[in-house]
């Protein structure tokens, strides 16, 4: 019965909508209630080899207390919040810090019309086909130049990515996966000249997570080309709420996913002294791409950004593995909802 429910919940007619427009689409849209800009990637000494670090610069954008039409320049008429991450994967060490500031046209911004977003010295911004980022933390500073030799991924249908059976629970979303990235990283004033895959998500709504209480989401990118990207949000009482995701194919077409082709099941947990939150850190999936394994790189991934976002969750580098325990890709793993309410959403 439940499942025949959620089929009908399902077949519901979606909001109208307008197509995903680029370049337009990868600036702001500050009408929205919410909005993010994520980017990860891992890095060694050059592409394909074994990654020493991970890396998180993530932008969200939201309104402010101040009203829109507000006529001073200096009106908190929208905020950005940023977090940024280093994982030493040989030292099993996570670094991370966090901002929260007004927009202030020049220094504090999402411009409107094309990526381009500052919070002071952090930065991401779109030059030709790809993009630049810069962004430290503590002890590190990391600058990015990223070649993008694929179009958008458009997630869900047409970049209208479903989070919940009803027609109102919807986001729009894209992603940049396979990302060639070259860095320049100093770390406690040692130059790492470094190279890897980086992944960026796109994503704006005005309801993301509805009663939701969390979300359990990857995105990996994998050695033969492949992306694939998954997600679950739980209800508070750690049901299924909703599931999705998609694999991108080296010329095939994208592919979304149905939440009944989605499996994700917890097969260890951490637990944070630090929260005491308990975090599924190893993972079993199934898909259309197969039925795979996922490993957090290290345990000890945690975000504590309650004084930014109200928010401690769990975001870092991982293994993807195949049925046979070969390894066949890298990405990120990221889970909300496991250390108290969603303030964000």
Known sequence: MIKRRTLLLAALPLPVRAALN??????????????????????????????RFGYQLTFFRLPGPAAGDHPSGLAAKQLLLGHVALSDLGARKQRH???LLRALPGTVQARVGDCDLKLRDWTLRRE??????AFGGPGFNLELELATPDAPLLQGEA??????????????????????????????????????????DHEW???YVGD??????????????????????????????????????????????????VGMVPTRHWTSPATGARWPVEWRLRSPAGEMRLVAAFDAQEI??????????????????????????WGYLELTGYAGKLPLV
């Open 212 to 261: 939701a209480a969390g979300w359990d989401w990857l995105g990996i990118n994998l050695h033969d080309g492949r992306a694939l990207t998954l997600f679950q949000l739980r209800r508070p009482d750690g049901k299924r709420h909703w599931a999705g995701g998609s694999l991108r194919m080296p010329g095939v077409a994208d592919r979304s996913f149905a939440p009944e082709e």
């Open 304 to 329: 504590d950004a309650r004084r930014s976002s109200g928010l401690a969750y769990w975001e870092g580098a991982a293994r993807l593995l195949d049925s046979g325990s070969r390894e066949v890709g």
């Open 97 to 99: 810090g966090q901002r």
């Open 128 to 133: 030709g086909d790809g993009y630049r980022a």
């Open 159 to 200: 970049g209208f990515s479903r989070k919940g059976p009803m027609p109102d629970q919807y986001s729009h979303y894209y992603s940049r996966p396979q990302l060639l990235a070259q860095a320049a990283l100093r770390l406690d004033g040692v130059r790492h000249s470094l190279a890897g895959r980086a992944w960026l």
């Open 22 to 51: 680029f370049p337009a689409d990868f600036g702001a849209h500050p009408l929205q209630t919410i909005e993010w800009w994520y980017l990860t990637g891992l890095l060694g000494d050059r592409d394909g080899a074994p990654p």
């Open 205 to 207: 709504s005005d309801k």
